[in-house]
């Protein structure tokens, strides 16, 4: 019962702030002054280009009409067409977007174990130099402009450790004859690399921070005192009664920086020119393309309030005591 | 409460005798006399303010006009260089200060009306107003805020109160948060129950007795968030979304890369803006942190020895917190 109760719960919620979302998504793109197809900026826009635009979008209706319209077309997948190229925006999305998953994959699962493995160690050894080092360092890139370390890394490490730093394959790629597969992922991993590790570098910074608290939180706690007493092992105490307790708020940690995720994922791509979701948008800001930036901003936001609906059930299961 | 260098920081091995402090004011000098990289971050801070506001006096030359060869590198007459327009980078970097200062502090203060509000309001009051708004909280602490920030700049963005007025009213939820869970706890103590049973109305219990018990954890908030508002101008301005008049870090950032200074090898260019905006944020995190942390008394307590055989508490004293 209560646990029905529960997932019924973080559904109506999850249901609730997508149509927060939706609603929010909606809201903003009309309140901008003008209209979305003021500021259009291309080569062939005229005036009655403009004109046959806002009639073809309907934004010669009345906002009520307008948003029963939205909400119509979104519940059957359609997000309307780009400014720019007139094409389904759906589609204009899918692209980049299954571009970026694999470069913000790799940094993500390379700062969570680098952080909660640095994090852990932190806790344990509080006080210590070692604690102070890692401590600092994370600090230190947590603080840091994300593009200004993808900047700074472009500038001082990608020449010499002979790693590409723009673009998503080789230039010459394909001209000299048509690569085999295995090739083909090497060149694309290695384009990946520095921009996943420069996402890395920043998240790490604050997942160790993060691990290092909740971990400082949990070995504090009467039942490691307990374990102590009863003679378990350092490395059993900190894995079986510290690490595992400290996971619980670090999933929901986690799961929230997901916006922080993508977010860095955009200025990392324009930095690396890599032809992510996140150049992509770079280049609908640039040409004030809001049919885009507009379908961009819906799953974006929508796939994070998914994964942290995920994130709810999953600190559900680990952890039973959960009433709220 | 009891006073003493958080475990996290604190110097190995000291024992110092508690000491008890009366007063918010008393928390605030003694967390920052305990805990020397509190005070090394204030006084980062206090440094950066005073570029900031004696600018004119420390730059070194105009920074609207060309007064050396494009990316000429750093020598006696231009410190750090000069960028593509052949502007001295010394003088941008300390104007820049100004701006990403203001939106830092301005952007932070807004968050902190509007969080603090909504966070007292929630937790004082209870009832279907918490609900409501906590309710609302957790709806924008969902929503990925720099995806937002760009389409809410995108909108209305390019003027530098647009941008400090966007960054506030968006992260405003961790504060309120923050400040309604304590405000939910100081509303049950005995003293505030008194107060109200002589009579006290509700703002006077607002006023005089939860606000000032808020008020630690709100400063430390806000200055984290000052740290967080220095990034996201950096932020908005590389997406260039940001004011196109205004000289700042995140300006400086996005004009090195706009202006090719890798490709140039103009390191001046690069470094120094994201130096700065590093500097900055970290000390505005060790501020806050370490005010955050001497107000979480649990943080103090580690059953685990840092060293094998050896089961010690930090400070050679429990908290009794």
């Not at chain 1, 600090?139 to 723009?166: C, E, K, N």
């Not at chain 2, 971050?41 to 920074?63: K, N």
């Not at chain 2, 327009?85 to 104007?95: A, K």
Request: contains cysteine; charged residues 15%.
């Amino acid at each position: 019962m209560q646990r029905s109760d529960y997932i019924l719960k973080r559904t109506l919620f999850a249901l609730m702030t997508v149509f927060v979302a939706v609603t929010l998504n909606f809201v903003l793109f009309r309140a901008l002054p003008g209209d979305a197809v003021t500021g259009l900026k291309c080569h062939n826009c005229t005036i009655q280009f403009k004109e046959a635009l806002r009639h073809d979008l309907g934004l010669d209706k009345s906002k009520w009409q307008q948003y029963v319209i939205y909400l119509k077309k979104l519940s059957h997948g359609d997000m309307g067409t780009t400014f720019i190229g007139n094409k389904p925006v759906r589609g204009e999305l899918w692209e980049p977007i299954k571009k970026t998953l694999g470069m913000i994959t790799l940094g993500t699962v390379f700062s969570i174990i680098f952080g909660v493995f640095t994090g852990v160690i932190s806790a344990w050894r509080r006080g210590t130099v070692v604690d102070k080092t890692s401590v600092w360092t994370a600090l230190a890139f947590y603080s840091v402009p994300t593009q200004w370390l993808g900047l700074m890394i472009v500038y001082f490490v990608a020449d010499r450790v002979g790693l590409p730093h723009g673009g998503i394959q080789s230039p010459d790629y394909g001209i000299l004859g048509n690569p085999g597969t295995f090739d083909f992922l090497v060149d694309r991993t290695a384009h990946m690399i520095l921009p996943a590790l420069t996402l890395g570098l920043v998240l790490y910074g604050d997942y160790t921070l993060i691990v290092r608290s909740a971990m400082l939180e949990t070995l504090g706690e009467d039942y490691v005192l307990t374990a102590r007493a009863k003679g378990m092992s350092n490395w059993a105490i900190v894995w079986k009664h510290g690490f595992r307790n400290a996971m619980l708020p670090v999933v929901t940690l986690i799961a929230l920086s997901l916006g922080f995720i993508i977010g860095g994922a955009i200025t990392i791509e324009y930095v690396f020119d890599y032809p992510g979701i996140g150049l992509a948008i770079v280049d609908a800001i640039d040409k004030r393309d809001y049919a885009f930036l507009q379908g961009a901003f819906l799953v974006l936001t929508l796939s994070v309030i998914l994964f942290n609906f995920i994130a709810d059930l999953l600190y559900f299961k680990l952890d039973p005591r959960v009433t709220t | 409460m009891t006073t003493s260098t958080t475990v996290a920081r604190g110097e190995a091995g000291f024992e110092g005798s508690p000491e008890f402090t009366s007063g918010r004011r008393g928390f605030i000098v003694t967390t920052l006399r305990d805990q020397p990289q509190a005070i090394i971050g204030l006084m980062v801070v206090v440094m950066f303010i005073l570029i900031a506001i004696f600018a004119p006096l420390i730059a070194t030359y105009s920074i609207h006009a060309k007064t050396g060869p494009i990316y000429q590198a750093p020598s006696s007459t231009h410190w750090l260089g000069t960028d593509d327009g052949g502007v001295d980078m010394f003088s941008l970097l300390v104007y820049g200060s100004r701006v990403s200062l203001e939106v830092g502090f301005a952007a932070a203060l807004v968050a902190m009306l509007i969080g603090g509000t909504v966070g007292v309001v929630s937790g004082f009051f209870g009832g279907w107003v918490d609900v409501l708004l906590m309710r609302i909280t957790d709806i924008f602490l969902v929503i990925p805020d720099l995806p937002l920030i760009i389409v809410v700049a995108a909108i209305f963005g390019r003027h530098l109160i647009n941008i400090i007025i966007i960054i506030g009213i968006i992260y405003w939820t961790s504060t309120a948060r923050l400040v309604r869970a304590q405000v939910k706890s100081v509303r049950e103590r005995v003293y505030v129950k008194r107060a109200r049973s002589i009579g006290a109305g509700n703002r006077r219990l607002v006023v005089k007795h939860v606000l000032p018990q808020v008020a630690p954890l709100l400063i430390a908030n806000t200055v984290l968030t000052i740290a967080l508002a220095v990034f996201l101008e950096t932020y908005i301005t590389f997406l260039g979304l940001g004011d196109p008049s205004t000289v700042s870090w995140g300006k400086l950032i996005e004009n090195s890369f706009l202006g090719n200074a890798v490709l140039n090898n103009a390191w001046w260019a690069i470094v120094p803006p994201g130096v700065a905006v590093t500097v900055v944020i970290l000390a505005c995190t060790m501020v806050g942190q370490s005010m955050e942390d001497a107000l979480n008394p649990r943080l103090k307590v580690g059953h685990l020895a840092v060293r094998r055989f050896r089961l010690r508490p930090l400070h050679g004293q429990l908290d009794n917190e």
